[in-house]
């Protein structure tokens, strides 16, 4: 479904990514895995039409894209949620759901919809309660969390992209968004999560690719190699440390 072939990115003599080619199957949950600095976010940011890459090209459906804009990405049905949580503060939970769905002149969404609309998404997973109507902002984290997500949903994703989207949320909201990945991934999405929990790496993924320094040192099936072995892909200090290798 999705191919990066030969990607690489550098900022001044920092190399943040380095001929990274993965392919990617459609209606699968596929794990980018790898420390601080491995060159992850690079590659979401790539994925999401924010930074271009230096050198290198992507596969959409077996044709090249060429898409250099986060809104061409996203009409080629591309959705991505941040690290970082990005929502407008004074505007409510509505309004931030359906942020960018909107046209310049013209709601994409009639008025009597929308109320409707934002819950649905957020029904598909939050346990927690969000109330509607609240400034985005004075939400608590895991709450904005979850309203950014359910902005992705809104949108009906082919390629879900969840950079480390778990760290902010309570086991129950955990746990209904991994449903929800899984239910994704079996209508025939493909959704690239981003995290560094070896729990999450195990219990979701269909395959695994494990970055170091920029580079892709492996890209696996799930199962083919042990938690310690997968640690040890990653960071090999680490894992000698811990006598796992």
């Known amino acids: 479904m999705l191919v990066i072939d030969g990607l690489s990115k550098r900022y001044g003599e920092t190399v943040a990514l380095s001929d990274a080619t993965i392919s990617f199957r459609q209606g699968t949950i596929h794990t980018i ?9 690079t590659l979401v940011k790539i994925l999401s039409g924010i930074v271009p890459p230096d050198q290198g090209h992507i596969t959409l459906d077996g044709q090249s894209f060429s898409a250099s804009t986060p809104a061409a990405f996203q009409k080629a049905g591309f959705a991505t949620v941040f690290q970082e949580i990005l929502i407008a503060p004074d505007r409510s939970v509505i309004d931030n759901i359906l942020l960018g769905l909107d046209g310049l002149f013209s709601r994409s969404i009639p008025r009597a919809k929308r109320r409707e609309t934002a819950a649905a998404a957020l029904a598909r997973f939050a346990v927690s309660d969000v109330p509607l109507d609240a400034p985005a902002g004075a939400l608590p984290l895991a709450a904005q969390q979850l309203v950014v997500l359910a902005r992705a949903v809104v949108r009906r994703p082919r390629i879900l992209i969840l950079d480390e989207v778990t760290a902010a949320l309570d086991f129950s909201d955990r746990e209904s968004v991994f ?18 929990r070896m729990d999450e790496v195990k219990a979701l993924s269909d395959r695994i ?14 199962g083919v190699s042990t938690s310690a072995q997968l640690l040890a892909a990653m960071a090999p200090q680490m894992a000698a440390e811990l006598g796992h290798v």
């Open 209 to 222: 690719s494990i970055l170091r320094a920029g580079r892709v040192v492996k890209t696996e099936d799930k």
């Open 33 to 41: 895995l790898g420390e601080n600095g491995s060159g992850k976010s």
């Open 179 to 196: 449903r929800l990945m899984r239910e994704l991934a079996s209508a025939g999405s493909l959704l690239l999560f981003i995290t560094h």
